[in-house]
């Protein structure tokens, strides 16, 4: 329904009244100040539009600035950019920093307990398949743990008030704005670690897929390297032959079983903290005060 002119009713002529169409060609006039039917006309919606008053448009334009200086301030959760930020920001100082640690630790106790005695930086290329899986995977598993699955949902308290401080920039009720984030920013850190240090540790695990294809690296690169594997293709498959062939395997899988079985104490020592909750840990894997300035960049 829109305010038009009747110019040619009966009674108070110029005087506004509503339009509403009802037939293509035809526009049914009611009055808005005392709701008197006036009369339909015929008018086609083309000369209707052309006909509007520059006083109509001007209140119309009034009404739009009253509503959206009185209406509440929508309150955004943290989504999109947001959250893609803040994940890869944690995923970003966990890789170049604990992790680039722990893997060089692992890749140096390789290279001192496998038979073959591989540089470092060998020995650091048969964990390849548990990056690669890493870099395929880790942004989901960090994502889902900080957002869906704690911090999500309004800032209300229990008498659906919002409390002082949210959505930002300190936020004491548990959702999904920056303002939360950076109040339980101590919870969010042990989120961070937590996730980080159960993921390394599943791919680090004999189940995990990762886990298999670098144990099959470090057996064909110690038996391409060993006299027992010599002496198979000079004398052929004999039995004591094939038997210390597998017995080195079976050793070779140990050690790295052994090894690997480390990840996770290796990045709680790395990280300061024993990873049970206690916001006075994790001094080397917190990055608080950048980390706070940077998720209070999103509104």
């Not at 890789?95 to 073959?116: F, M, R, T, Y």
């Not at 548990?130 to 704690?150: C, K, L, N, R, V």
Request: hydrophobic fraction near 35%; charge should be negative; proline fraction near 7%.
């Amino acid at each position: 329904m829109t305010r038009w002119r009747d110019r040619d009713a009966g009674r108070n002529p110029g005087r506004f009244v509503d339009a509403l169409f009802v037939h293509p060609s035809k526009l049914v006039l009611i009055s808005l100040g005392d709701g008197e039917y006036y009369r339909s006309l015929s008018a086609s919606p083309l000369s209707f539009f052309f006909d509007y008053s520059t006083w109509s448009i001007m209140k119309l334009f009034g009404i739009i600035a009253t509503i959206l200086l009185t209406a509440p301030a929508t309150v955004f959760a943290c989504e999109g950019e947001c959250i893609v930020g803040i994940t890869n920001a944690f995923l970003d100082r966990y890789e170049s920093g604990p992790l680039d640690s722990v893997w060089k630790n692992i890749a140096n106790q390789l290279s001192g307990v496998l038979p073959n005695h591989p540089s470092p930086y060998t020995a650091m290329s048969y964990l390849q398949p548990i990056f690669d899986a890493y870099q395929a995977q880790a942004y989901d598993g960090m994502e889902t743990a900080i957002f869906p699955s704690y911090f999500h949902g309004k800032c209300l308290d229990a008498n659906g008030q919002e409390p002082a401080g949210c959505p930002n920039p300190d936020c004491p009720i548990v959702c999904g704005t920056p303002g939360s984030l950076v109040h339980f920013y101590p919870h969010l850190r042990y989120i961070a670690y937590n996730q980080t240090r159960h993921f390394i540790q599943k791919l680090s695990s004999p189940g995990s897929d990762a886990y298999q294809q670098v144990e099959q690296n470090v057996l064909n690169a110690v038996q391409a390297n060993t006299p027992t594997a010599r002496m198979l293709r000079v004398y052929g498959r004999s039995m004591p032959i094939i038997l210390e062939l597998q017995k080195r395997a079976e050793d070779v899988k140990d050690e790295l079983k052994m090894v690997m079985n480390r990840v996770d104490f290796l990045l709680e020592t790395k990280c300061g903290g024993t990873g049970n909750g206690e916001t006075n840990g994790l001094p080397d894997c917190s990055w608080e005060e950048a980390m706070k300035q940077y998720i209070l960049t999103f509104p």
